[in-house]
């Protein structure tokens, strides 16, 4: 204990649990509470308790608590969550939701602050260009899980550790094929993204096989909003990128053609066909899928727009209220389903402070761009690659949020917070920012090869 609490020891300790949840945060596992409630616990939700109490410690010994001010504004968040419900509770034309389900959304969107702020925390500990190689070990981890999932599947393999993912769509180590795709279409541009910074060719190749199977892995998922959303971020990356680097892009779509070809291949032998199939019948089904969601979107809006547009009805009160709902707007929606819009789900269940108050660290993040802007642009070579990224990134994910509900998704929470810490930490050194981890102490760089301090283990 009391090497932990020696500040060489406590940065190792910290460095160490904050690499784990990087690559485990995607590790997932579907607990019922009380068969009332169904939440997804990730492997790192586990290792969070250390992390959190390795954190208040190192704020002990150095006497400080960096982006406090960020843990207080999104508490409001909690405050919000709980105005809106007891308010909802105590309107009798409101149907109010059971206290556990309640509850247990409060608890959800804690979490998601507590994976927030542990993402801001890491850059003081793990240097950037570590980030991206851990990453891409949890990613591996997930794609590996999938296929072996799909390859169980077609040859009736028993293996117990799997028996809960055994699909006919890609899972990963999910339990819904659309938040997968979600989470394939953030990590190819993470990969991408660091493709273009990374200097070792090992890590290069590794990335580029990624990225391959990520876009042939994106069609198995048969999630529609997940691929029209992929789609949409590519464009967006290319027509950003195009203008310094076209024949870069002309490789990248012959190489990504070759990877849908790869993944047809994969298909046939493996599953006979059965995965196209499924999404070619899908598309042609758009249209069911869209009322479904247009019905759904419909009720959210006259929960929130039209009766309830500051406080909504109370968080976790959509599913008990939407069929009443239906039913005077004459629409016919499926019982006690989530609204499938993340933006107008918010909004019926927490009106428009609890949209804004959602989204303070994307609007801190933007404003940081904005007003930094002149600089960013002087040193672009720099944080070309960074930006382009982060932009088909919010493209891809801001469509599927039409589609899906990723409000609670902990890699979202916990990328939003790494991002926030390097664009506030942005000119401390542009000319070596793969390389760096900003100090929890001093707000300044600690460079790879400065010899006197950091372990190995964190890069």
Same mark, same amino acid.
């Given at each position: 204990?009391?090497?932990?609490?020696?500040? *060489?020891?406590?940065r190792?300790?910290?460095?160490?649990?904050?690499?784990?949840?990087?690559?485990?945060?995607?590790?997932?596992?579907?607990?019922?509470?009380r068969?009332?409630?169904?939440?997804?616990?990730?492997?790192?939700?586990l290792?969070?308790?250390?992390?959190?109490?390795?954190?208040?410690?190192?704020f002990?010994?150095? !006497?400080s608590?960096?982006?406090?001010?960020?843990?207080?504004?999104m508490?409001l968040?909690?405050?919000?969550l709980?105005?809106?419900?007891?308010?909802?509770?105590?309107n009798?034309?409101?149907?109010?939701?059971?206290?556990?389900?309640v509850?247990?959304?409060?608890?959800?969107?804690f979490?998601?602050?507590v994976?927030f702020?542990?993402?801001?925390?890491?850059?003081?500990?793990?240097?950037?260009k570590?980030?991206?190689?851990?990453?891409?070990?949890?990613y591996?981890?997930?794609?590996?899980?999938?296929?072996?999932?799909? =390859?169980?599947?077609?040859?009736?393999?028993?293996?117990?550790?799997?028996?809960?993912?055994?699909s006919?769509? %890609?899972?990963?180590? =999910? +339990?819904?094929p659309? +938040?997968?795709?979600?989470?394939?279409?953030?990590? %190819?541009?993470?990969?991408?993204?660091?493709?273009q910074?990374?200097?070792?060719?090992?890590y290069?190749f590794?990335?580029?096989?990624?990225?391959?199977v990520?876009?042939?892995?994106?069609?198995l $998922?048969?999630s529609?909003a997940?691929?029209?959303? %992929?789609?949409?971020?590519?464009?967006?990356?290319?027509?950003v990128?195009?203008?310094?680097?076209?024949? =870069?892009?002309?490789?990248?779509?012959?190489?990504l053609?070759?990877?849908? %070809?790869?993944?047809?291949?994969?298909?046939?032998?493996?599953?006979? #066909?059965?995965?196209m199939?499924?999404l070619?019948?899908?598309?042609?089904?758009?249209?069911? *899928?869209y009322e479904?969601?247009?019905?759904?979107?419909?009720?959210?809006?006259?929960?929130? #727009?039209?009766?309830?547009?500051?406080? #909504?009805? #109370?968080?976790?009160?959509?599913?008990?209220?939407?069929?009443?709902?239906?039913? !005077?707007?004459?629409?016919?929606?499926?019982?006690?389903?989530?609204?499938?819009?993340?933006?107008?789900?918010?909004?019926?269940?927490?009106?428009?402070v609890?949209?804004?108050? =959602?989204?303070?660290?994307i609007?801190?993040?933007?404003?940081?761009?904005?007003e930094?802007?002149?600089?960013?642009?002087?040193?672009?070579?720099?944080?070309?690659?960074?930006?382009i990224?982060?932009?088909?990134?919010?493209?891809?994910?801001?469509?599927?949020?039409?589609?899906?509900?990723?409000?609670?998704?902990?890699?979202?929470?916990?990328? $939003?917070?790494?991002?926030?810490?390097?664009?506030?930490?942005?000119?401390?050194n542009s000319?070596?920012?793969?390389?760096?981890k900003?100090?929890n102490?001093r707000?300044?760089?600690?460079?790879?090869?400065? !010899?006197? !301090?950091?372990?190995?283990?964190?890069?």
């Amino acid at each position: 204990m009391r090497v932990l609490l020696e500040r *060489g020891g406590l940065r190792y300790s910290l460095s160490l649990i904050f690499i784990l949840i990087i690559i485990s945060s995607n590790i997932m596992k579907v607990v019922n509470v009380r068969d009332i409630v169904a939440v997804n616990i990730a492997l790192s939700d586990l290792i969070i308790p250390f992390a959190v109490i390795l954190l208040l410690s190192s704020f002990i010994v150095n !006497k400080s608590i960096g982006g406090f001010r960020y843990i207080l504004i999104m508490m409001l968040l909690i405050v919000w969550l709980i105005i809106t419900s007891l308010l909802g509770d105590a309107n009798k034309f409101i149907v109010s939701n059971s206290w556990v389900y309640v509850v247990s959304e409060w608890i959800k969107t804690f979490a998601c602050i507590v994976y927030f702020y542990i993402g801001y925390q890491i850059p003081n500990y793990v240097s950037v260009k570590w980030i991206f190689r851990y990453y891409s070990v949890g990613y591996f981890i997930f794609l590996s899980y999938g296929y072996l999932s799909l =390859y169980a599947l077609r040859f009736e393999i028993d293996i117990p550790i799997l028996q809960e993912k055994v699909s006919n769509y %890609f899972l990963g180590t =999910y +339990h819904d094929p659309n +938040h997968a795709a979600t989470y394939i279409t953030i990590s %190819f541009f993470i990969l991408l993204c660091g493709v273009q910074i990374e200097k070792l060719r090992c890590y290069k190749f590794f990335y580029l096989v990624l990225i391959l199977v990520s876009f042939g892995t994106i069609f198995l $998922t048969d999630s529609r909003a997940g691929l029209v959303g %992929f789609v949409v971020a590519l464009l967006v990356f290319c027509i950003v990128s195009l203008r310094n680097h076209f024949r =870069y892009i002309i490789t990248m779509i012959w190489s990504l053609m070759l990877a849908f %070809f790869g993944a047809l291949i994969f298909d046939v032998v493996v599953n006979s #066909g059965k995965f196209m199939y499924s999404l070619y019948t899908g598309f042609i089904r758009f249209e069911e *899928g869209y009322e479904i969601r247009k019905g759904l979107t419909l009720v959210a809006m006259e929960m929130g #727009g039209y009766e309830y547009p500051v406080t #909504g009805i #109370g968080r976790g009160n959509f599913i008990t209220n939407s069929q009443n709902y239906a039913e !005077k707007l004459g629409v016919v929606i499926e019982r006690n389903i989530p609204p499938h819009n993340t933006i107008i789900g918010l909004f019926a269940e927490v009106g428009i402070v609890g949209i804004l108050l =959602y989204f303070i660290p994307i609007i801190i993040i933007v404003i940081m761009i904005f007003e930094n802007r002149k600089y960013i642009m002087s040193n672009w070579a720099t944080y070309r690659a960074y930006f382009i990224s982060i932009v088909a990134v919010f493209a891809g994910v801001g469509i599927q949020a039409y589609a899906l509900n990723i409000e609670n998704r902990r890699t979202l929470w916990l990328l $939003t917070g790494i991002i926030l810490c390097l664009v506030e930490h942005m000119r401390i050194n542009s000319q070596n920012f793969i390389d760096f981890k900003i100090s929890n102490s001093r707000d300044r760089i600690l460079l790879r090869d400065d !010899k006197k !301090k950091t372990p190995e283990i964190v890069g």
